[in-house]
């Protein structure tokens, strides 16, 4: 459903419609043009309104052109009347706000591409805006997080991306590209998602105890791969490796899929990648997943225990959050807050994104605020200590 304010040419016309059943009325037509000064209404999606109408003024106008004596005058005006609503609900559309950009700095296809779609598509229905998502990539996310950065802030350009990327590239570059409290405005915190630590066949072992156990039988062997380089399995991997005091070596492989398929095929001992991306395998029995990052059991995999529960004192959540540019309007921000909070309660969204290995959560901008403060707060010493450093 669509709200209009009566304030509009398009709202004042499209609530005399739903109110005044007789349109073509000579009391209707005075009322479409004089419409009491301020009330919502509630309407049908604005292109069913314009195909209802245009269906029913069509035979009124068609049977007049074509010299049918048994149309009136009442019957005429009231198809008068319905062009121009329909017209009025072309207004609508032009009135309905900006075209707007969902800035997503990684590649199409993958959770966090369906999270924007979604998002957009729903948040964009009840803003009763064209909501758009471009994939900007490159750069570690860089590229759209600049792009986001530099573009007006007038409520056109909204950036979608994890929050490790947000919080943990300007710990690792040398010169960062920017400061997260000026350039930019907080929005939600979109959703969940769980890393974990999974293992291949060239490690025999049934459970994490198992699994460390066998690191330190073959020292020369541990060697885990990670989606890429300063992530939040990167990091991970450094804490495992002072938790348990022993070496370890990373990979960093170009996404998740590949590092599993070395897993399965015995060329890598272990890595630490989204279980979304290991579940399919780890229920094939073609890899286990032993641990996961988050401060609970997974919901995907609750046979599986934490981190925390198998003696290392982490949570390494990831998450997707939204922002929009610094000196954007306030009153803006809250209401795509509002918004999304909204779609992503929708049970055909969380159905959705549940089954790619998202967990909806939704915030408000204080919300998403919060949880940036704590991961930062969490993270930097790790990030410190491992001394990685991102000079372009």
Not at 185 to 200: I, K, N, Q
Request: with cysteine; proline share 8%; hydrophobic share 40%.
């Amino acid at each position: 459903m669509v709200s209009l304010h009566a304030n509009t040419p398009a709202g004042r016309r499209l609530a005399m419609c739903r109110l005044e059943m007789e349109i073509g009325s000579k009391a209707g037509l005075a009322r479409l043009r004089s419409p009491p000064s301020s009330f919502f209404v509630q309407t049908p999606p604005l292109a069913t309104l314009a195909r209802y109408l245009s269906a029913g003024l069509s035979g009124v106008i068609g049977k007049t052109l074509g010299g049918d004596k048994n149309v009136d005058r009442r019957n005429f005006l009231a198809g008068c009347a319905g062009v121009s609503v329909v017209a009025g609900v072309g207004d609508a559309f032009g009135e309905s706000g900006p075209l707007t950009k969902m800035i997503f700095p990684f590649s199409a296809g993958g959770g966090g591409d369906t999270l924007c779609r979604l998002v957009a598509q729903y948040a964009g229905q009840l803003l009763d805006r064209t909501i758009i998502v471009e994939n900007r990539t490159g750069g570690d996310g860089l590229i759209g997080i600049k792009w986001v950065k530099n573009a007006s802030p007038d409520g056109t350009s909204i950036l979608v991306t994890t929050g490790p990327t947000m919080y943990l590239l300007p710990m690792v570059e040398t010169e960062p590209s920017f400061d997260l409290d000026k350039d930019f405005a907080p929005v939600s915190l979109l959703a969940r998602f769980e890393f974990g630590v999974v293992t291949g066949p060239a490690v025999d072992a049934k459970d994490f105890k198992q699994f460390v156990a066998w690191l330190k039988a073959n020292p020369g062997k541990a060697t885990f791969g990670v989606p890429s380089n300063g992530t939040i399995p990167h990091f991970t991997g450094s804490k495992l490796e002072q938790v348990l005091g022993i070496p370890l070596t990373r990979v960093a492989y170009r996404g998740s899929a590949p590092a599993i398929n070395d897993l399965i095929g015995g060329h890598l001992p272990f890595a630490i990648v989204t279980i979304a991306d290991a579940i399919p395998q780890h229920r094939a029995g073609n890899v286990k997943i032993l641990a996961v990052s988050s401060a609970e059991r997974s919901p995907f995999l609750p046979d599986v225990p934490t981190l925390k529960e198998s003696g290392v004192d982490l949570v390494a959540d990831g998450w997707y959050g939204m922002w929009l540019p610094a000196g954007s309007p306030p009153d803006f921000g809250h209401q795509l807050s509002a918004a999304v909070v909204a779609s992503l309660a929708k049970p055909e969204v969380r159905e959705k994104l549940m089954a790619i290995g998202l967990i909806p959560v939704g915030t408000t901008p204080e919300g998403l605020t919060q949880e940036l403060a704590a991961d930062t707060a969490l993270w930097r010493p790790i990030v410190k200590a491992t001394g990685y450093k991102i000079t372009y």
